[in-house]
């Protein structure tokens, strides 16, 4: 009878229009506390600070409610309710109360606020994002130090898509503002021909002016990308007024290339070689265009939360990513390995085959991405001269007819013609800015006319055509696209991206070469 009256009377205070009106104000709170922290520049704890008040004060709110009656002109103080026991009403008034409050407050005590203080000011989860072992060491950054999130990328100037990913970083510096700490490491890649130069420009301005220097560097290469050769780096270097012998000297000598070198080594480590690659407190995100903006602001937001909890159990600021860092993953990825067979008869060129190094190249004629790995793939093995000896996989689409024309032209070709054909045609393809090359020039009329150019017996040629893909050349493309894909490099079981970093070719093959002696 009791419980009944005092719900009556609880409904008659209008306690519940009180609650419901006063989690409407603390959602509308919460919806706008962040945009103003960052605005304001004020510390996440606050953030934690206000979430705590606004739940402590839904009992407030009961006790007020019930305490007093809201009249349309002025507030009574509401009269003693006979029949009801002061003691139990408390009881009541307090269960509500700390009901109504209990999502925030679960909220700060078990999800935010850890369990335990860590130990040694160690924060590490049990359970959590893996993360990877990215060091900073002395690589150009931008932001504060002590901002709560650090952004590795691993870019490379002429990279397209590293160029694509520049405005959503520079979005996020503005919607996050002296909340991240952006680190700049390099990655050239073997399809970015003059990728090599451009990031020892950076490098030759970071010596000689600072980091300023180097981040107007940077924005000004990625603005000219892919178009990157020798004019382009003259004229920014020009531009911010850099030594022009020490620049040259820096191109010629190659000044930087074991920082350069120190990077790719570590991207090599820590993630599979694409570029750009972000790590967020040592979290990978590998995406591309809408993909890449939703998931780098996705982590950008978790670990902003991360660190707000990191920062409650005692972290400093000062040392948040070297908290995050020490439950990180320091394994080196896998090397995926492949056993060949004998490549028998398949086209081969450089060293004898008794006693040179086997580079295996899985690739298609007619893919464009073989024409772009092409020049540095051949540059990295002519450095080698006979030490090296590169085996071509055709991997042809037997379904595509434009991969079936060109591969049955180059073999069409005979086997002393075969690399004069294979050359050709990726030359044709080839295009600075990585432009798509006009379909025509793979045509049959258009390869035709380049084995003339060539010197092939055309009626020899016409005839292997006609004929049609023999019978070892289906055994031959079927036992290649069941070991490797186009693009693909082995070097003694390794397997390597064709577009991989030129010194990650050579380091595999030095060490190839060594296993040899």
Known sequence: MEAGALISEVKRRRVFRALIGYGIAAFAVLQIIEPVMHGLHWPDAVLSYVVVALAAGFPVVVSLAWIFDVKATRIERAPPTPGLRGRRIALALTAIGALASAPGLLWYFVWLKPAQPAAAGSTAAAAGPQRRRVPIGNSPSRGPA?????????????????????????????????????????????????????????????????????????????????????????????????????????????????????????????????????????????????????????????????????????????????????????????????????????????????????????????????????????KTLVSYGDEVRLVWWDVSDPQQPTSLRVMRAASAAGNDAFWKMHDAILARQWREAFEEPPPEILSSIALRQLAKEIGVDIAVYDFAVATGVSKDEKQQLTEARSFGRAGQIVIDGEVHGGSAPPHVLRAAIDRALARRR
């Open 146 to 378: 002590d901002a709560p999130v650090t952004i590795v990328e691993f870019g490379d100037f002429q990279c397209p898509y590293t160029k694509q990913a520049e405005p959503m970083l520079q979005k996020l510096f503005e919607k996050y503002p002296d909340k991240i700490r952006l680190v700049w490491k390099d990655e050239p890649m073997g399809v970015t021909l003059d990728s090599d130069d451009a990031a020892s420009l950076a490098h030759e301005a970071l010596r000689q002016k600072g980091h300023g220097a180097f981040w107007r560097v940077h924005n000004k290469l990625l603005a000219s990308a892919p178009r990157l050769g020798r004019p382009v780096l003259e004229r920014i270097a020009a531009e911010e007024g850099l030594d022009p012998i020490d620049v040259s000297t820096a191109l010629r000598e190659g000044r930087y290339r074991a920082a350069i070198d120190a990077d790719v080594d570590l991207a090599n480590a820590v993630s599979s070689g694409a570029t750009p690659t972000f790590f967020i407190n040592g979290r990978a995100v590998v995406d591309r265009d809408e993909a890449l903006e939703k998931a780098l602001e996705k982590g950008v937001v978790e670990e902003l939360a991360e660190a707000r909890r990191r920062l409650l159990a005692g972290v400093s600021a000062a040392a948040l990513y070297e908290d995050v860092q020490r439950e990180a993953d320091s394994t080196p990825m896998p090397v995926k390995r492949v056993k060949l067979p004998d490549p028998g008869g398949r086209p081969a060129r450089g060293g004898a085959a008794q006693s040179a190094l086997l580079v295996h190249e899985f690739c298609d004629l007619s893919m464009l991405w073989c024409a772009w790995i092409e020049p540095s793939l051949r």
